[in-house]
């Protein structure tokens, strides 16, 4: 009896120091645990917290697991539409390099039957937004979903177009950016610099409801200024050079607005216009830098920065009914101090003060 007696209050001892062993093993992890993080919390610096807390947004949809697809279309390739899409993907680069957004692009080369294959492509694709720049990439992205939330840039009459019923109500799934241009603003502009014009030749693609709208204003600002105007249609870039050969001897200057077709034409309309010399006023700071004389029109910097914004506020959970469409914020002010000079116009001391001055 006692040998027994004493073998079982041996192993009950045994029993309890290996029970004591494992509750310190359990209990020194979970200290160590805390130490780390206390360590590391402590550690960290007030410039190291300031940076963590910039990119707080992006952590949380990473540990969520949450990347969304940003799909960006353009309809064709030309050095405005070009520095819309650079500089919405400038803007949302930090969001890309955190992980909160992927960014895939598609150029239809301006093939515009490819456009409905491109958009359906991006939506099978899984994209979470889609935006397309200009008129006719819009109103095709528009007419191929109603749930996906579409941010168009560069459409300069999104009513007239079909896109929203007010500017101030986006109740469906689409919003964006208006380029429109202050076309009354550039005429007067035409006959500050060049007060003798009496006839505008206007070239432009009736195709292109942003440059039609455009046109439309010139003309009744004209007949309502005494002014005349002869017009030049075109359906692509190789009818551009045909078109203001066309108006060459009946105009005093040429006036395009923002329209892509022309612009991705500028050299070919540039040259029948120095030929002739004959001032060309535009709607756009690229057909500025292109040659055209002067504008008051589209920054298309800005615009690509409003359109990445509005995008910014809906990847952080604004919806589409709280971003009603934007018109572009600021007006590029142009002149192109080397066609100035090779029409013989001299520029006031004014006039430098007011406008970027090119080529200077």
């Known amino acids: 009896m006692k040998k027994s007696k004493k073998t079982n209050l041996l192993a009950y001892g045994m029993s309890l120091i290996m029970a004591a062993g494992m509750l310190a093993g359990c209990g020194s992890g979970t200290t160590s645990t805390t130490a780390d993080a206390t360590t590391a919390g402590s550690a960290a610096s007030p410039t190291t917290a300031a940076s963590d807390a910039a990119t707080t947004a992006a952590a949380t949809d990473a540990s969520t697991g949450k990347t969304y697809k940003i799909g960006i279309i353009q309809h064709m390739d030309h050095p405005s539409l070009n520095q819309i899409y650079e500089t919405i993907v400038e803007e949302l680069k930090p969001l890309e390099e955190a992980g909160t957004i992927e960014i895939v692009y598609q150029n239809a080369s301006g093939d515009s039957t490819m456009l409905p294959t491109i958009v359906q492509e991006m939506i099978t694709g899984g994209v979470d937004i889609l935006v397309p720049i200009a008129t006719p990439t819009a109103q095709v992205a528009a007419s191929a979903t109603k749930e996906i939330p579409i941010v168009f840039s560069a459409v300069s009459n999104p009513v007239e177009a079909g ?198």
């Open 163 to 360: 896109l929203v019923e007010s500017l101030d109500k986006t109740d469906g799934n689409i919003t964006g950016v208006s380029n429109s241009i202050p076309v009354e603003d550039i005429i007067k502009l035409a006959l500050e610099l060049t007060p003798d014009v009496k006839t505008f030749g206007m070239v432009y693609n009736t195709s292109e409801i942003n440059s039609v709208t455009g046109i439309e204003k010139a003309k009744a600002y004209c007949d309502a200024n005494g002014l005349k105007y002869e017009e030049a249609t075109v359906t692509g870039t190789a009818d551009v050079q045909q078109a203001a050969s066309s108006l060459v001897g009946s105009v005093d200057a040429f006036f395009t607005p923002n329209d892509n077709t022309v612009a991705s034409a500028m050299a070919a309309y540039l040259q029948v216009a120095t030929e002739a010399n004959l001032p060309i006023y535009v709607g756009a700071d690229s057909m500025v830098i292109d040659g055209g004389l002067a504008t008051v029109g589209i920054d298309y910097t800005v615009l690509g920065k409003q359109t990445a914004q509005m995008v910014q506020r809906l990847v952080n959970g604004e919806t589409i009914a709280e971003n009603p469409v934007e018109q572009i914020a600021e007006f590029a002010k142009m002149i192109n101090a080397k066609t100035a000079q090779e029409l013989g116009i001299e520029l006031s001391d004014a006039m430098k003060a007011e406008f970027t001055i090119l080529g200077e």
